[in-house]
């Protein structure tokens, strides 16, 4: 029996072990992920607990959708009471046993209600190229653009960099305060995640990740490393301004600071960043495990768009913006 949507909310305490459950069933996780992670990336974000539209069917959770709040500030130097606060979609899933029955949209829908009375501006969604046509044929979310990935080619330089690889101590020293005194200013054009200590400090907590923080005088970087077949890459997740105006910095020389430390001549960039100059060799679309494309559904207040859809241009937005590398 199908029952109403009640959903969740900001501060919705519900025992997370059967959303786990969903999402290791129908995206088969290996190693299975745990209430852990998920009560990490839904609650204990400093920007707020994620806001969490469900479907129910005899009681039994069937859909999950979460909204992780993210705040972005724009380059025109707008009213910080003003930057938008979405929601970062994630996990969105049904049980395979109601697919065909309207759970999705449910799901969906339930989200748009928990996110509205939340506070959030809308829905920020990085699909892939099975669901995007979903997301913007059937639901009529605006497809605002898509991201490409590039291998970078380190070439060493002469600015020190020192490289911290992240563990419990480090999150709970001075390091992410340093690496971040102030929080982020905007980009030059366009829109980019606010960051701050607490956010950095929280991002680098995820349960099982392996980053490496590493620090120039300039800028802050974000790593990791994965093997793609018999090869180990090294992963440039995010770099940050550590003070306001820093000048681009070459991105073959962050290059050679991750090449060195993961000990791979292979760095991969994906997203946008204005603090990076220089290019790369672009990876084709047919060999990223998914491409993706960044979506965007705005929430109204009787009819009124809490935002232009059109205004948004993410010119800073990379692997650590959203996803739990």
Known sequence: MTEPDN??????????TPTADLLNLVFGFHPPI?????????????????????????????GNYALVPIRFHAADGSDPGRDLRLGLGVDLSTHPHVRGTGAFRRTVEDSYRVGTADGLDGILGVANAESLPRMVGTFGWRHLSDFGARFLVPVPDDIPATSHPVNADLLAG??????????TTPPSTGHGTRWTADLLRWRLARPGAR??????????????????????VAVLLKVLARRPAVD??????????????????????????????????PLPRSLMPSPLGIVLHAFDDDGIPRLVEEDLSLTAFEFLDFDAY
């Open 248 to 281: 681009p910095v070459s991105a073959r020389c962050i290059a050679a600071v991750l090449a060195r430390h993961h000990r791979t001549p292979m760095v991969l960039h994906w997203g946008a960043s204005p603090l990076l100059r220089g290019g790369g060799f």
């Open 34 to 62: 745990g209430s852990d992670l998920l009560n990490w990336y839904y609650r204990e974000n400093p920007e707020g607990a994620a806001s969490v539209g469900t479907a129910r069917d005899d009681g039994r959770l069937v």
């Open 7 to 16: 959903g969740g909310h900001s501060d919705d305490e519900r025992d997370l």
């Open 174 to 183: 001075p390091l992410p305060d340093q690496a971040l005194p102030l929080p």
């Open 211 to 232: 980053y490496v923080l590493h620090l120039r005088e300039d800028v802050a970087f974000v790593s990791t490393s994965s093997h793609h077949g018999p090869f180990r």
